[in-house]
């Protein structure tokens, strides 16, 4: 087992090797609890439990991306970001193999997610070229609240033969910004990456730097960003050390590397008064009202002035993982007249349940990934010289969904009068009569640039690759990435899901208004009425006695006239 | 007025005008489209038009979400694949389609019904000048050419000619599964007199007579016609994706969005909530009372008294009782009120006849306000308002389906005196 452990001091502070004390198997850093922190953990298939060995057997590649939904700084070179929720990207051995991942996920995560079978549940990304291995065969996504499940599961399966401390590192997880675990089948060898934020209060987010058995490598690096020599290129300063060598002593470094995922520079707008700091744009989501059942999902920058591309070439791109319950019309955002009223440029990719008739009761799938590009505020109001930022200012692209008829989840949840940690499985809550509140992840936002010819991403030893968005583009693109606003419009830490207020057909409406009784009722009367008019009162004009019949032979004549004639003639052609 | 009177009575004036106002409906539309988000054009027709690209492209029909029809009308729009104003080729058939409807309209009112020309026109004119008929054509949504052969089914009908109309009827069901209702009447019409006057008597035929006349050559030619055209338009088409796409879709859809039809509530309950669902099956249940009218009652009672105006009743039966109902049906059964309405009491009793336009638009009105607040404000109307709305409408269409019931019925049964009959020499 490897671990590799990262402190990232953030700007400003100093690194003091005196805050570092090392010992044979151990490494305290003073000053952690400011730090930002990435820990890594590799451990070959003979050290995991049979189980997941067994379903790791038909699997080529399998990367599971956990983000949390409260938002976070995402320093360098940490930068890439995700919609909250359980991504989970997986490749067959075998192509075309039916592997069933999907029991193995529910009792990792959650057996509330909406999996039966990876053909029926997952969806079929857009792969660009065979051999670019950014994408991964089949892709599912599930907006997860809390990693609970999934620490339970550490505890109880390989906590049992580390014990004592290992039970803590699986409780810190609690606090963890996201988590990723990677698995393929040429390395054999399974990866946990966590990540936790700076400046977490809780003591019980931070662990201590410890081998968990002998036989085991464990690398620490304290690390702070400097000023990169190429705009591409990430620059890391620090100490790094191997915990347990003879020459136990960290040792300063000094490296870049180039990065794929990066974080915006604070731009000045190019005003006259010096009052304005450089700020990074950053946005704010959220439908917009009434939404009906139609939502409009509107992305908001509150300063456009900063809006402006990193670098030539780029666009700016937003990644949506919406659940079955909304879907995105491709045909719809085929118009440029209308993409342009909602302030996009394109809809550059869509995968996943696209049905726009189906309700959501019938659907398996997990729901859609969509890639859209933006458009940006015109250049005039980039260059603006005015400081305020009135609402006025604010630019705002939306993004037209559509919602499926949902069932209320009293209908299908056969259990619980206890919340469970996790959502049930139509991840909606009851919170008034017909209706039912949905929790949609907000999107990804980033500049996506073309990178320079030549560079090495892949000697990035923070790189995170399978992100979903990333294969959806080449291999030389670089991402500058546009943070979440800190704060909601509450002032509260912002959460990254919106609710959704739908309006549903109720089970109980039927038995409380009657509606199978009456319907059928009303059918019945319709029904009877016209039958009574046909058969009984008044259509019986033909079996009216004799003197009225010859009455009825002079006077129609013309017209029984016409139809004899023509009888006539049909006899003479030969009928 | 006598300047309508003038304008009605020159049916070429109003050929032009329909014609002209259908031109300038294209015009407006493709400007529209051009310069607003808000398109003039029809989602349905860009499905067709998706569709007749994937052919031109060798790519099958059914990969085209929503694409439920037959093959041959992306093979009859396929000049919209060659781009600039070739797009509105469709929208210019249809819309011609429904100029032929009307001129059909036209000559069977006059020698069928004996009009005179400025009476023909004015009710030829419910058709061609429905400003609500020239909308839907000019967007281009398909139904003015299902309503073109329908009628063309009824002239040649009533023109005796029965292959013809039994083309007619092939190729109607296998376009829109509706039409074969029309077999029905069609088939009683041909089966000759309803009564027959013996001197100064009327006799109606005995029920061995029925019988034994049940098979005539007409029904004969009938049934052949039109089956062979339809197996054939099958089989030159065959593919599981069509018939999976075209037929039995319509017998498991499961897309309850809401609509005018008066089981809309229950069978979204049902599909949602199969727990739920009270042991009866909605589903098949529906089927009787709509077939019961529209396949025998209606056909058996009224096609010998007054065809056209039978085929009236059937197509509002088979709309009012269906579990799907949108305003595109509305022109199934609408085109036959230029045969109906002369002689109905909704024009001779004026008040009869406002009463009944205005609930009918009530009915949609109500359930259409409650559709907004459910579309676009969110507000949840499934149950009470949209059911109560969609039964509302419902009760007000078969008040309506029996008046024109009651009115058909009230006709005299046409007469053939046996004498003439016998004879073979002509009259």
Redesign the interface.
Request: include cysteine; proline fraction near 5%.
């Given at each position: 087992m490897k671990q590799r452990i990262t402190y990232l001091v953030p700007q400003g502070h100093g690194i003091d090797p005196a805050s570092i004390q090392t010992s044979n198997d151990t490494l305290t850093f003073a000053d952690a609890k400011d730090a930002a922190v990435e820990k890594r953990v590799t451990a070959g298939l003979s050290e995991l439990p049979a189980e997941l060995v067994t379903v790791l057997q038909d699997v080529h590649e399998l990367h599971i991306r956990w983000s949390s939904r409260l938002n976070y700084a995402a320093p360098s070179p940490f930068t890439s970001r995700l919609p909250p929720g359980l991504h989970v990207f997986f490749t067959p051995r075998k192509a075309n193999a039916d592997v069933n991942i999907c029991p193995l996920l529910k009792q990792l995560f959650s057996p509330d997610l909406k999996c039966d079978s990876v053909a029926h549940s997952f969806s079929s990304p857009p792969i660009l070229s065979e051999r670019f291995s950014h994408s991964s065969s089949y892709q599912y996504f599930h907006p997860l609240a809390r990693l609970l499940h999934f620490q339970t599961f550490l505890a109880r399966t390989l906590c049992g033969k580390f014990k004592g401390l290992c039970v803590n590192e699986a409780a810190a997880l609690s606090y963890a910004s996201y988590v990723d675990i990677d698995f393929d089948a040429i390395s054999h060898a399974v990866t946990l990456t966590a990540f936790w934020r700076e400046g977490i209060e809780a003591g019980a987010a931070r662990t201590v730097a410890r081998k968990w058995r002998g036989g085991d490598s464990l690398e620490v690096g304290i690390l702070q960003s400097e000023v990169a020599d190429e705009v591409e290129e990430v620059k890391m300063g620090g100490y790094l050390t191997v915990v347990g060598e003879e020459d136990g002593e960290p040792g300063p470094t000094l490296f870049s590397f180039p990065s794929r995922h990066h974080a915006l520079s604070p731009q000045n707008s190019t005003s006259n008064t010096n009052s304005t700091p450089p700020t990074s744009p950053t946005f704010s989501a959220h439908f917009q009202h009434?939404?009906?059942?139609?939502p409009n999902l509107a992305i908001t920058f509150p300063h456009p002035q900063h809006l402006a591309p990193p670098k030539d070439s780029c666009a700016l791109h937003a990644y949506l993982t919406l659940p079955s319950a909304l879907f995105i019309d491709r045909?719809q955002l085929a118009?440029p007249?209308?993409l342009?009223?909602h302030n996009l440029v394109a809809l550059h990719s869509l995968s996943g349940e696209?049905?726009?008739?189906?309700?959501d009761?019938?659907i398996k799938r997990w729901g859609s990934a969509a890639l859209l590009e933006l458009a940006t505020p015109p250049p005039s109001t980039i260059t603006t010289t005015n400081a305020s930022s009135g609402p006025a200012d604010e630019w705002t692209v939306t993004i037209p969904t559509h919602l499926r008829?949902l069932?209320a989840p009293s209908?299908n949840t056969n259990t619980t009068t206890t919340p469970t940690p996790n959502t049930p499985h139509t991840n909606t809550n009851t919170t008034s009569?017909?209706?039912v509140s949905l929790e949609i992840p907000h999107p990804s936002l980033f500049w996506a640039c073309e990178a320079q010819e030549g560079l090495k991403m892949s000697v990035n030893p923070f790189d995170r690759v399978n992100l979903g968005y990333d294969g959806l583009f080449g291999p030389k693109t670089m991402f500058y990435h546009i943070p979440p606003t800190a704060l909601d419009a509450d002032g509260g830490r912002n959460v990254l899901v919106e609710r959704l207020?739908?309006?549903?057909?109720?089970?109980g409406?039927?038995?409380?208004?009657g509606?199978?009784v009456?319907?059928?009722v009303?059918?019945g009367?319709?029904?009877g009425?016209?039958?009574w008019?046909?058969?009984g009162?008044?259509?019986?004009?033909?079996?009216r006695g004799?003197g009225a019949?010859?009455g009825?032979?002079q006077?129609?004549?013309?017209?029984?006239?016409?139809?004899?004639?023509?009888?006539?003639?049909?006899?003479?052609k030969g009928? | 007025m006598p300047s309508l009177s003038a304008f009605f009575s020159r049916p070429r004036l109003v050929f032009a005008t329909a014609i002209f106002f259908r031109l300038a409906l294209l015009i407006y539309g493709r400007w529209q489209d051009?310069?607003?988000?808000v398109?003039y054009t029809d989602?349905d027709y860009?499905v067709f038009t998706?569709a007749a690209r994937f052919l031109s492209r060798g790519r099958s029909l059914y990969d085209r979400?929503?694409y439920r029809y037959t093959p041959l009308l992306a093979w009859l729009l396929y000049p919209t694949t060659w781009g600039g104003w070739y797009f509105e080729f469709g929208k210019t058939l249809f819309a011609a389609g429904d100029i032929v409807t009307g001129w059909l309209v036209y000559i069977i009112l006059r020698k069928?019904k004996?009009m005179g020309t400025e009476r023909a026109m004015r009710f030829a004119g419910i058709w061609l000048l429905n400003p609500m008929v020239a909308n839907i054509s000019t967007r281009g949504s398909s139904e003015g050419l299902v309503a073109a052969v329908v009628v063309a089914l009824l002239w040649a009908v009533l023109e005796?000619r029965i292959e013809v109309a039994g083309c007619l009827l092939g190729l109607g069901v296998h376009f829109k599964i509706y039409p074969f209702i029309y077999a029905a009447s069609v088939f009683w019409w041909l089966g000759?007199n309803?009564?027959r006057?013996k001197g100064?008597?009327?006799v109606?035929p005995r029920w061995y007579e029925v019988v034994t006349t049940f098979v005539s050559?007409?029904r004969v030619r009938l049934v052949l016609s039109s089956g062979i055209t339809f197996m054939l338009l099958n089989g030159v088409i065959y593919g599981l994706p069509f018939l999976e796409h075209t037929y039995l879709y319509h017998f498991t859809r499961?897309?309850?969005?809401h609509n005018f039809s008066?089981?809309n509530?229950?069978l979204?309950?049902n599909?949602?909530?199969y727990?739920?669902a009270?042991g009866?099956k909605?589903e098949s249940l529906?089927f009787i009372?709509q077939l019961f009218?529209s396949l025998f009652?209606?056909p058996a009672?009224?096609a010998k008294?007054d065809l056209a105006s039978a085929m009236l009743a059937q197509t509002f039966?088979f709309v009012?009782?269906n579990k799907v109902c949108t305003s595109q049906y509305f022109l199934w059964y609408m085109v036959f009120l230029p045969f109906y309405l002369p002689d109905s009491s909704l024009l001779r009793r004026p008040r009869l006849g406002i009463t009944a336009l205005v609930l009918w638009v009530l009915g949609q009105a109500a359930w259409l306000q409650q559709g907004y607040q459910?579309?676009?404000?969110?507000?949840?109307?499934?149950?009470?308002g949209l059911?109560i709305a969609s039964?509302g409408f419902?009760?007000v269409?078969?008040?309506i389906?029996?008046v024109i019931?009651?009115d058909?019925?009230?006709?005299?049964?046409?007469?053939?005196?046996v004498v003439?009959?016998e004879?073979?020499k002509?009259?």
């Open positions: 009434p939404p009906g059942l139609h045909y118009d007249l209308f342009a009223s696209q049905d726009l008739e189906a309700p009761w019938v008829y069932q209908a009569a017909g209706r207020e739908v309006p549903v057909l109720e089970p409406a039927g038995a409380k208004w509606v199978q009456g319907t059928l009303a059918v009367v319709g029904f009425w016209v039958l008019v046909l058969f009162g008044k259509a019986g004009a033909g079996r004799k019949g010859v009825v032979a006077k129609t004549k013309k017209e029984g006239g016409e139809v004899v004639q023509e009888k006539k003639a049909d006899r003479v009928q | 051009a310069n607003s988000a398109k989602v860009l998706d979400a929503t069928h004996g005796r000759g309803a009564v006057a100064e008597n009327v109606r050559p007409a499961i897309d309850h969005r008066v089981y509530t229950v979204h309950l599909s949602a909530y727990q739920e009270a009866l909605i529906a009372p009218l009652a209606i009672l009224l008294k039966a009012t009782f459910l579309e676009f404000l969110g507000m949840s109307t499934f149950v009470p059911w039964i419902f009760l269409n078969c008040w389906l029996g019931v009651a058909v019925g009230d006709k005299e049964d046409v007469v053939i005196p003439a009959l004879s073979k002509g009259r």
